[in-house]
């Protein structure tokens, strides 16, 4: 294990090195030039023609027969977010402050905004190369455009088997992980249990399919986000007199962490830098190019109108869940002992920080229901790598294998399970973005197809209803 962890560590140094961040900024800002700042302007439309539009249309969508998908476009977004909104927003933004400060906080965020237009990229490449299986499964991913899109099958398989390794990794170890951990700290439940139980119950939803896949994100999602945000905003409310001073070590932590923190631990810039967007790509997955295996079973007419879900999901769980978690672990003060990391660092600052002693328990629940939603969303990522390579023969043996890791993951340690993730999400992200990059003229064109299309209705929409105030 020892030589393992060595060898983990020489590649994660390596994948999140400076050209990694270079990486990730230089093709998040092409993307966004590109993209003219489609996650700067027009916000109403974006809002608009996503939530506001799923609420009100989900039975037509449900019976559309022009469209083709699997689930309601709201129901794949619901389950992307279920993706992103995970262990990342409570003890992986925790574990970015204790390793690299709270500069990596402003890091994180920095990484978001530019992650925005690379969400979006992925989002419609996903639509516009999916397939559709035999069986009517949709098929989509970043294998998929970059087989197709980049006309290189090769390198389609390459991503698959690095689709497989991320999937394991990043929820079946490290979500079951963090749920374990945070079980055990609270009520010295054994992890093992904690592992058998997360299993047998996430067994019974992914036997379902995709579709009930979606319909149990679209009921978790919006309560578990909603929930954790009240009791957040409501520790920024009681110490607000505080908030200033927690977002000025974070700022100059960023920028000169030896100075703002007296050379803890030799954190330096470069460490704020690779930390924060690690840990920042972990949560919301940006980059990744995960989202589009979930947003490609939407049932859509176009790329365009599901791409745009992209910017309002890393907004949700970057900037705003993943600072609030942030924001708390400052305000508390616990991340500069070092006898705390991850959830059970999270759950002292809430308890810490709000009134009586209960607050841990928002975390634990936040974590449950974050961690368990990613179990069940992320097994959708191994089955369509899993099909990518070897076809519709032996789901159900990848179903078996999922469980099994879900339960390997509840007893592994928490530096290693994250530095594993680390280097899964370096890894995976390579190929995506040089993909992006290069296919940033068809991203263009999905943009402004969906614009030509619907903005002017918006439009029109917005001056009859000035007109009849």
Aim: proline residues 3%; glycine residues 12%; hydrophobic residues 55%.
């Amino acid at each position: 294990m020892e030589l393992f962890n060595t060898i983990n560590g020489a590649v994660n140094d390596f994948v999140w090195g400076v050209p990694a961040i270079i990486l990730i900024m230089g093709v998040g800002l092409y993307l966004t030039i590109r993209l003219k700042g489609v996650q700067f302007r027009q916000w109403g439309f974006l809002i608009k023609n996503t939530y506001v539009k799923a609420f009100k249309q989900a039975k037509q969508d449900d019976a559309s027969t022009e469209k083709e998908g699997e689930i309601t476009s709201f129901q794949a977004a619901m389950a992307s977010v279920s993706a992103v909104v995970g262990s990342g927003n409570v003890a992986g933004v925790a574990t970015a402050i204790v390793a690299g400060g709270p500069g990596a906080l402003f890091w994180m965020i920095v990484a978001a905004i530019v992650g925005m237009a690379t969400k979006f990229a992925e989002i419609g490449l996903g639509i516009k190369y999916r397939e559709k299986a035999a069986d009517g499964t949709m098929l989509s991913g970043p294998m998929y455009y970059v087989s197709k899109g980049l006309h290189a099958p090769w390198l389609g398989k390459i991503v698959s088997v690095l689709f497989l390794f991320f999937s394991i990794v990043i929820s079946a170890v490290v979500d079951t992980n963090s749920i374990a951990l945070a079980f055990n700290e609270e009520f010295g439940i054994p992890p093992i249990a904690v592992g058998i139980v997360l299993a047998a119950v996430t067994g019974v939803i992914i036997f379902g399919g995709i579709k009930r896949i979606g319909e149990v994100c679209g009921i978790l999602s919006p309560f578990m986000a909603g929930a954790y945000l009240f009791f957040g905003l409501l520790i920024i409310v009681l110490h607000i007199a505080e908030l200033p001073a927690a977002i000025g070590i974070i700022v100059k932590s960023a920028f000169n962490p030896q100075a703002a923190l007296g050379g803890a631990a030799g954190i330096t810039i470069t460490t704020a830098m690779s930390k924060g967007m690690a840990r920042g790509i972990f949560s919301n997955e940006a980059g990744v190019g995960s989202a589009a295996v979930t947003h490609g079973a939407a049932t859509v007419a176009s790329p365009g109108e599901q791409a745009i879900w992209g910017p309002l999901e890393v907004f949700v769980d970057t900037i705003v869940v993943c600072t609030i978690s942030g924001l708390a672990v400052v305000l508390s003060g616990l991340w500069s002992t070092g006898d705390l990391d991850g959830s059970a660092l999270t759950m002292a600052a809430f308890r810490t920080l709000l009134p009586g002693n209960w607050g841990q328990y928002i975390v634990l629940g936040a974590l449950l229901l974050f961690g368990f939603s990613c179990l069940i969303t992320y097994y959708n990522y191994m089955e369509k790598g899993w099909i990518s390579l070897f076809g519709l023969k032996g789901k159900g043996i990848v179903k078996v294998l999922w469980l099994v890791f879900i339960i390997i993951g509840s007893y592994s340690t928490l530096g290693f399970v994250w530095d594993l993730a680390d280097t899964c999400n370096g890894l995976i992200i390579i190929p995506n973005l040089i993909a992006l990059a290069i296919l940033a003229k068809e991203v263009v064109a999905i943009k402004d197809d969906y614009w030509k299309a619907e903005f002017p209705k918006y439009m029109e929409e917005r001056a009859k209803k000035k007109a009849s105030k």
